[in-house]
């Protein structure tokens, strides 16, 4: 397995050697440049997690200063999707402003701005916040939109990035499709279990089928299908009994089942 690659493009050497050290020391590999065209090659060959870049760097042929905007758009011309973290001691600085307001190719030019002088441990929370899969897909049936609707917008208050079918589905969308592809792509399929699900048939079945399908892609020991009781039913389905299970009904239930999506997401981030 291999762990998540930062690519750290600052011109203090010093900066970037105790920088590199703590993030190695949490689970990342870093590269280190103080040469942006360095940095832009090795982007160019390797696959990488995200880059942390200086707004301001200091070019040592003509001892002058040159915005880490322009590296970061031509990061954006390579074409990949890598998130660009900007490095800066001025957060209100007009060139931060504005890397936080472009967007090139449908994709933000900076995803967020991150000050030197708020630490390093500040640095890995916004990393984690922002780089640590967090997609739920949560799959219910109709009876039970009123309570899934609550886990969804307490789901988005914690941080996650939810989707559930009523009201992601444009209108005129072919819906089937639409939560095909939402299944594939998601990092965790949270499955509402209640009275009424239980004797549910159409597609509520087929998202359980898929979404154990998908579960059998994934290593023993990820965290990808969570079971998650809306009420004290009893399912009898041998598939989903191999799967831990979460009682929301419970005192802690919510807490409990955010504990496991963040242990999952960082589970896998980490040894991917």
């Not at 995200?50 to 301001?56: K, P, T």
């Not at 792509?185 to 898929?210: H, N």
């Amino acid at each position: 397995m291999t762990k998540p690659t930062l690519v750290l493009i600052d011109d203090d050497p010093d900066y970037l050697n105790i920088t590199g050290r703590f993030l190695e020391g949490k689970g990342f590999e870093t590269i280190r440049k103080t040469d942006p065209k360095e940095a832009l090659e090795v982007l160019r060959r390797v696959t990488v997690t995200a880059v942390l870049l200086d707004l301001r760097l200091i070019n040592d042929s003509d001892n002058r200063d040159h915005s880490g905007l322009d590296v970061a758009a031509k990061i954006a011309e390579l074409k990949k999707p890598i998130p660009v973290f900007l490095l800066t001691q001025f957060r209100d600085h007009e060139a931060a402003r504005l890397a936080l307001a472009t967007r090139l190719r449908h994709r933000p030019l900076v995803v967020d701005i991150i000050l030197k002088q708020d630490g390093l441990e500040k640095l890995i929370a916004v990393l984690e916040d922002t780089l640590i899969p967090n997609r739920v897909f949560l799959a219910y049936v109709r009876e039970d939109l009123r309570r899934v609707k609550n886990i969804y917008n307490k789901l988005k208050r914690a941080g996650f990035n939810p989707w559930m079918d009523l009201g992601n589905i444009p209108a005129g969308t072919e819906w089937r499709k639409l939560i095909d592809r939402e299944l594939a792509r998601t990092d965790f399929v949270v499955i509402c279990i209640s009275e009424a699900s239980i004797q549910k048939r159409g597609l509520f079945q087929k998202e359980i089928k898929v979404a154990l399908d998908y579960a059998q892609q994934k290593l023993a020991d990820d965290i990808f299908l969570i079971p998650l009781r809306l009420e004290g039913c009893v399912v009898d389905n041998d598939e989903l009994a191999r799967y831990q299970w979460v009682n929301y009904f419970e005192k802690d239930g919510f807490d409990k089942l955010v504990e496991a999506l963040r242990f999952g997401g960082r589970s896998y981030f980490y040894s991917r």
